[in-house]
């Protein structure tokens, strides 16, 4: 009898996944990454709740739950000490290496321009040369920014290999190598990543890997506790890159996490707080001048506080227009990149990394010519007033990091406007850009050569195999055309107090919105970087601007981003479509197949073959001989039962739960980042394929179900609201035993002392079904 | 065969209301309100989803889809505008109310002391009274903070009349009289509450009962549309009261609302950033002089950036102190206030109207009696050395609102430190003990009175009939704890550059802290009151000590209160308990009454009158004769049904649903804050009874089912998560027709050409069960 149900199962063998256009399942292998990890599969979020997992959590005792409580709040502690310390290592290997660069060409350049423009440019191809080897040998994840892949692995996509240590590693070396290289773009993107994989490290328990590993902290199994982690990893990244804590927690919120609980929000604003402090203190450490060239510098703090206090009302118009434009060139910018990465993805990455570390190399080539180059055929200006204008130094002394860079000038007394910008560290020259009292400083002729040159070669430096930010070079952009508005707005409004600083703060605002669509998060983060409160009411009509004008054509960079790379974000909406379809229509095409409660090994093992399904149902005799389906088992779990063939058994019925202690329940938690087992992988003997298998213990009993004729849409919420995996579509049922209301569910706890409330995983949990079925050996 | 259905019905009438205990019900009606709102319903949040309504919607053209999102956007800017406004009319009232009161009682004193204590009585005991007196006759919804009451409706939970025009209206009134009459509460709560009913009433298109109601505004027919425009009101009074507009956006997340989307972010955010701007233009306005005495003061910004720069880690320790003070003090408050409010709702407000009056009236007279007459008592000070502390003005010139008040005092060249913070409007009170580079201002014996007397008076006043709010006085409070801390400080750690303003500071935000549990919201706004961005990590310590201390002892201020007035709030976790318990043993007490798809009319009415379940499944027999829960239908809707008459008819058998367009949707829509009809308001003739109503158009097809088995901590995380009231528990399932997985949900939409997401209730779903009724005919 057995055996006829499983020919009927697999006789209606599911087909969900030859539906879907065979394209999707090639574009996942898309990802950058070693052939290994092909085809992977998404997490499963919801919390492993088969029996014997139970039973080995309900041996726990309370001491286990506080020693668990205590490690989650160790955890982000430690989650903030090691971001807020690589961020301070990355940013003072980048300033010490950029100063050193531009300290050498500098002093060159004194006697041949020619000699420093070789130093300059093999200087920063070595640089680059190192990052791009760094990740292509030995991190490929750690290529980009890394955010569209944490936001997928948050949603419930796991991209392989994206939270390993090897990409720790990666990414910290690489984005010293590709920032201090001078290429076109930022190290706060890959800051996050950063936060991200030293989290799901530390929520793994280390790397297996590199014998880091520790029993002890391995006790976060559910995918949530390691999701929370991750979250607070990346709050702790935004937190450090931009020493923002109220921005890390915003961004961790609006833009990276899923499923928000407002419990956890308490915890990675702890995670936030400690960065801020871990980088204050080193900063101060730094400040007795044990840092080399990273002082002033550094971190970006945009201090405009001697900036325009107050704004009129018919400054409004200029402001929305920097919005318009923000919105116009942000939704340009993720447009571009979104070809050239489609066509990069397509052409150029498939022909090995030969090709992507020389494209690299020749890129970091173009970027050193144009900085170098282009200032030089610029005519300088002189320097302003120094009556005038207090206060400011020009040309600035040699050796230092200022404004009014002195650079291939006729006279001692000039500047050049364009190397001001251009021959500078970014951070330098943002804060330039942002300077307030210093009037005419730029003419609109080197802005706009900057404004074309720098966003082409974001552009086209965007997507190559380097760890990259697009923070910096969009506020570079941004505040680039800002500035030229200021600019308008100086010479057309006369009378006005008006800062072409603040108007090059605002640009910068308006392009991030443009191009990342975030809005509270930020202008928390632009009013923190800045530390100027009273600009935040201008920020903020300049974001919803900029948003609504970028939503008009595409979507945001991240989301671009990660639909050109496969992972299958949910939208926290419904499409429309799914109004008029019902559960049943969307499965419709689907053969389910399912297993009885005892089942041949050999026949698993046919059905794990013949198809990819994650998740099978059960089903099983009730008492009067009807079918019932008793729960859900994840392939992932019978994989782990046939490699362990512990629970093989020869009689073909039920067996006796209370015995089920022997699995070690760690062995159902899948490994983080990494594809997990194959069926292939396992082998099993001619005997061992006619033993049984008893799922009862194994199986998720209580799945959650829709009835069939529920519009897809509120599967949809279903689904999304909860972060499943798998929903039951069931036939209407034929009764209702009782209805579930808010009075339900507010009773007092009656005898139940217990007023602590946990994770769901570390409980036990009754459930009568299953104690039925005992009952009935 | 009918009859013999609904006979079974009857007889198996659920008894789930019975099961609590009748305090439960009894204390529902202690709610403050008109005696014909007692034993209000919870609102409904699952969205109108019969056949009927759809059938409506769906007429609805594209261009209707335009004007609602239109609307959307307008009523967002019209909360702004109006909030800003309301904000700008309360604090340009009490600031001139106060100004006139210190006037006169300054220039009369000059004379004589015990004439000006009486005229400071009486005009402090006139404004009181005006202010008890709006809210104890017309407005009783009015009395107290409101957030308790709006984040319950924001849960799910309606307390009557609490959104209704004349609740606004004695906000408004009542808070200027409290305020301005000097009580020992804040404005800011009510500034939240009148938001919250500022975009309810917009919401529902005006109030009908003023006939300020139009039928263009009134689209937001579903009650989450209404919710997130309460929502957008909820930030917006954050934002004015603190002229914190990210703070403002940031407290509607963490602190009220329930189910957060975060394309309502964006929203509230817009909403939040229109606060900003009319404030700040109504500010400037009054610069010129127009606005009396509301100039420098009025909203609260105190501006510390003359204070502490920078910190060592040596005072991290008595900022520690500080934290586990605020800890202590608001854990205190919190159970002081809930045992007073508690005792004044069983013995005092029960015996009318006259006793809450005479209550108000004499705290008002302790208030006045001691912040003239302890002043009185204390010795004067001299003033600090002009030329040791330049920008000192001391004493105050008279006339002005500053610091070093001279009351009382032998010489001129003194002041009285008392008086400086007692006497004295509490916005200049916190100022002057948040103010910077005055060393020893305060005595510690001035300091400790000032606490014990304040802390004393704010714990008596709470919860009176006025409208009130606790961040004034909480800020008071603390910042006078923190001076102390800070004194000490100065005293024991002499060489460093401490400032006992910013102790102030972080005393106030420990001890809101303590008492509310918000973190991130309460640390912007501290951030945003005080224009400091500095602090921000100190803050966010002292914040992290003092919530976890208060959470050792007790909930959260808001929430002690919520559960007082009886309302029950669904907290985002279950309980532990629930993880033991299954949906099956949650609902075993009950007994479901289920109606048939054609049910007589005169069995409605009974199985109405015989219980009081809002909602019912409905039973039909299949085609093979088996029986089929076809939906649910809501006790709101069968009153509509039989009120209207106009679907009664004489067969027993299911109508044709293709005529079913006769109702206008509007009439299911339950009007907000109030209790809806009643069986017995609904008046049917003998002949009536005995006719049939068909129920399928008019039940919802297919509302969320669990199996009986699962465990109840799941079933809550559905229940909390998708915001639902209703929850059919069925038994397991006998097969599984289709499993939904993510790829099922992320397919590209075929021939759906529509890409425009709108809101559930615009659009019209298909139904194949109805569609396949509908065939049977």
Avoid at 131 to 152: L, W
Avoid at 178 to 191: C, F
Avoid at 356 to 372: A, D, G, N
């Amino acid at each position: 009898m057995l055996s006829n149900h499983l020919q009927n199962g697999i006789e209606t063998a599911r087909l969900v996944w030859s539906r879907l256009p065979s394209s999707e399942e090639g574009e996942r292998t898309e990802i950058e990454l070693p052939s290994h990890s092909r085809g992977a599969e998404s997490l499963d979020y919801e919390v492993i709740e088969n029996y014997a997992y139970r039973e080995a959590q309900a041996q726990r005792g309370k001491l286990w739950v506080s020693y668990y409580v205590v490690l989650k709040w160790l955890f982000s502690l430690i989650i903030g000490i090691g971001t807020g310390l690589a961020a301070v290592f990355i940013n003072l290997a980048v300033e010490n290496f950029s100063g050193w660069k531009y300290a050498a060409t500098f002093s060159i350049i004194q006697h041949s321009y020619f000699v420093g423009f070789l130093v300059y440019i093999l200087f920063n191809l070595g640089l680059v040369f190192s990052s791009v080897y760094i990740v292509t040998k030995f991190a490929p994840a750690a290529a980009g920014s890394g955010i569209p892949e944490i936001k997928g692995y948050l949603n419930g996509v796991d991209t392989p290999g994206i939270l390993l240590f090897r990409t720790l590693i990666g990414k910290v070396f690489g984005s010293i190598g590709s920032v201090g290289g001078g290429l076109a773009l930022g190290k706060e993107g890959p800051l996050v990543h950063t936060g991200a994989c030293i989290a799901s490290l530390l929520g793994q328990g280390g790397s297996k890997r590199y014998h880091l590993s520790s029993k002890w902290v391995r006790v976060f199994e559910s995918d949530r506790d390691r999701r929370d982690l991750v979250t607070c990893g990346c709050a702790a990244g935004v937190a450090a890159a931009f020493r923002a804590p109220v921005g890390g927690v915003l961004f961790a919120l609006e833009e990276v996490t899923s499923w928000w609980r407002s419990q956890l929000m308490w915890r990675v604003f702890f995670t936030s707080a400690v960065v801020a402090v871990v980088v204050r203190s080193a900063m101060n450490w730094c400040k007795s001048g044990k840092c080399g060239h990273f002082g002033s510098g550094g971190f970006i703090i945009w201090d405009i506080s001697g900036g325009q206090e107050d704004y009129s009302f018919q400054e409004l118009l200029p402001m929305a227009i920097i919005g318009v434009i923000g919105g116009l060139l942000g939704a340009l910018f993720n447009q571009l990149t979104l070809f050239i990465t489609s066509w990069r993805r397509k052409y150029l990455h498939k022909k090995g990394n030969r090709i992507k570390i020389l494209e690299v190399c020749i890129i970091s080539l173009v970027t050193s010519v144009i900085s170098f180059g282009l200032p030089l055929l610029r005519r300088c200006s002189a320097c302003p007033d120094s009556e005038m204008s207090p206060g400011i130094e020009c040309p600035r002394p040699p050796g230092t990091d200022g404004n009014f860079v002195n650079f291939y000038c006729a006279k001692d007394s000039e500047y050049n406007d364009l190397a001001t910008i251009f021959f500078n560290t970014q951070d330098d020259a943002i804060r330039n850009l942002f300077s307030a009292k210093t009037f005419h400083e730029y003419s609109a002729q080197s802005l706009v050569i900057f404004l074309v040159m720098f966003y082409s070669l974001a552009v086209v430096t965007f997507g190559t195999a380097v760890p990259a930010g697009q923070f910096v070079p969009g506020i570079m952009i941004g505040s680039t055309y800002g500035r030229l508005v200021g600019m308008l707005v100086v010479k057309f409004y006369r009378k006005l107090n008006v800062e072409e600083g603040t108007y090059a703060l605002l640009g910068a605002a308006s392009f991030l919105g443009g191009s990342m669509r975030m809005t509270v998060s930020l202008c928390v983060i632009m009013v923190e970087i800045t530390n100027n409160l009273k600009l935040l009411p201008l920020i903020m009509l300049v974001l919803l601007i900029s948003k609504a004008v970028g939503d008009f054509f595409n979507k945001g960079l991240y989301e671009e981003q990660a639909q050109l790379r496969g992972i299958p974000l949910l939208e926290s909406r419904p499409k429309l479509y799914m109004r008029n379809m019902t559960a049943k229509e969307a499965s419709k095409n689907q053969k389910v197949v399912s297993f009885p409660r005892v089942v041949k090994v050999g026949n698993i093992v046919s059905v794990l073959r013949s198809n990819k399904h994650n998740g099978y149902p059960v089903v099983d005799q009730g008492q009067n001989g009807e079918t019932l389906v008793i729960g859900l088992i994840l392939r992932s779990h019978l994989l782990v039962l046939l490699q362990s063939k512990m629970d093989f058994q020869n009689s073909p019925f039920p067996c006796d739960m209370r015995g089920i202690n022997r699995h070690n329940f760690s062995d159902f938690v899948k490994p983080v980042s990494s594809k997990g087992m194959s069926i292939e992988e396992i082998h099993l003997t001619e005997d061992e394929l006619e033993l049984y298998l008893d799922l009862a213990p194994f199986l998720n009993p209580s799945p959650y179900i829709v009835p069939e004729d529920m519009s897809l849409a509120k599967v949809y919420n279903l689904f999304r609201q909860l972060g499943l995996r798998h929903i039951f579509v069931v036939p209407r049922p034929s009764r209702v035993i009782g209805l579930i209301t808010r009075k339900d569910l507010l009773l007092e706890e009656r005898d139940h002392s217990a007023t602590t409330e946990l994770q769901s995983t570390s409980v036990r949990s009754q459930h009568p079904l299953l104690d039925s079925l005992l009952n009935q050996e």
